[in-house]
T-cell receptor
Framework: DAKTTQPPSMDCAEGRAANLPCNHSTISGNEYVYWYRQIHSQGPQYIIHGLKNNETNEMASLIITEDRKSSTLILPHATLRDTAVYYC?????????????FGQGTILTVHP | EPEVTQTPSHQVTQMGQEVILRCVPISNHLYFYWYRQILGQKVEFLVSFYNNEISEKSEIFDDQFSVERPDGSNFTLKIRSTKLEDSAMYFCASKRGPSTNEKLFFGSGTQLSVL
């Protein structure tokens, strides 16, 4: 499983972009990078994932470096409801269909 | 969007009792998982399940734990003799296909309290 490193906490002002970094230098070549978030103790919520190319959906954008050793999740206009723990993970594991291995994540606090 | 459904949302039990946590994965999904989260700690993988067999399990998933897909819709986690340290939020998850390009959908969890 890819080992990921994220800052323990970040702050962001409401309405501004939140840029959450993640280092995943041990990720294997065919391992997708996934971002999930967890609000309070709710179930983890999928945000976005990618392999090599940058990705965008209705929630966020994902920028993956060319060497795939790091990525950045961008929430373009953060709201108070985006306050959560954000997890960056590789989808690896002992089977061909993989598992997600959660780390400590980044606690993002969006303030007014 | 389709959801993974877990019941009950809260379960209180006495130490040594058996509990069964229930999950209804998304209907066309074939790959199933259980995770748990002890209060204040990270989400931990317990087990993955496909084709009526355990595919992978963690060190946490000892002989006290078992999983079953008793019918075409339910996926259960049984803890045979609960311990105080089993108190945690348990999350069920599922995905449709084998590709790691397929995202994992999580349920809202069952909070298990062992007294």
């Amino acid at each position: 499983d890819a080992k990921t490193t994220q800052p323990p906490s970040m702050d962001c002002a409401e309405g501004r972009a939140a840029n959450l970094p993640c280092n995943h230098s041990t990720i294997s070549g065919n391992e997708y990078v996934y971002w999930y978030r967890q609000i309070h103790s709710q179930g983890p919520q999928y945000i976005i994932h990618g392999l090599k190319n940058n990705e965008t959906n209705e929630m966020a954008s994902l920028i993956i470096t060319e060497d795939r050793k790091s990525s950045t999740l961008i929430l373009p206009h953060a709201t108070l409801r985006d306050t959560a723990v954000y997890y960056c993970m590789g989808f690896g594991g002992g089977t061909s269909y993989g598992k997600l291995t959660f780390g400590q994540g980044t606690i993002l606090t969006v303030h007014p | 969007e389709p959801e993974v459904t877990q019941t009950p949302s809260h379960q209180v039990t006495q130490m040594g009792q058996e509990v069964i946590l229930r999950c209804v994965p998304i209907s066309n999904h074939l790959y199933f998982y259980w995770y748990r989260q002890i209060l204040g700690q990270k989400v931990e993988f317990l087990v993955s399940f496909y084709n009526n067999e355990i595919s992978e399990k963690s060190e946490i998933f000892d002989d006290q734990f078992s999983v079953e897909r008793p019918d075409g819709s339910n996926f259960t986690l049984k803890i045979r003799s609960t311990k105080l340290e089993d108190s945690a939020m348990y999350f069920c998850a599922s995905k449709r296909g084998p590709s790691t390009n397929e995202k994992l959908f999580f349920g809202s969890g069952t909070q298990l309290s062992v007294l």
